[in-house]
């Protein structure tokens, strides 16, 4: 048992931040995505939310700040019409520039205490980027 609990204090004094950021898209009306967002990114990070049509021929974006651990963009239209049926990428990115002070105290200068999967590097330091898919009938 103290081996179990020696092992969380060292965990949970880990100077970087584990990050398994997670995305999902909803769509409840035709064709207009609704992007909503979980991550362990703390309150504040700001998040570019970019959707793509597969044929490149049509792309909208949009911003988020994740509060509470969700972050929310949208919902997207065709200059307010529904999406033309078809296969679409939807990305969620939080850069490694962060204005938010409390933002850059948590994650360091350029995200340097991120790690995981979905961390990149970005040139300007570790960014984060999920990318998920979705069909418009």
């Known amino acids: 048992m103290r081996a179990v609990l020696l092992a969380l204090a060292i965990l949970a004094s880990s100077p970087t931040l584990a990050l398994e950021a997670r995305m999902k898209v909803e769509i409840d009306r035709p064709a207009r995505p609704l992007v909503v967002g979980e991550t362990n990114l703390p ?42 049926a078809g296969a679409y990428t939807v990305e969620a990115y939080a850069p490694a520039t962060q204005e938010d002070p409390r933002v850059k105290r948590a994650l360091g200068a350029g995200n340097e205490k991120l790690s995981g999967p979905l961390v990149k590097d970005d040139g300007y330091g570790k960014a984060v980027q999920q990318i998920a898919s979705f069909e418009v009938r």
């Open 43 to 84: 309150d504040g990070t700001e998040m570019l939310i970019t959707i793509r049509r597969s044929d490149r021929r049509m792309m909208g974006q949009g911003k988020a700040t994740v509060i509470r651990g969700r972050f929310q963009a949208g919902r997207f239209s065709l200059q307010g019409a529904d999406y033309l």
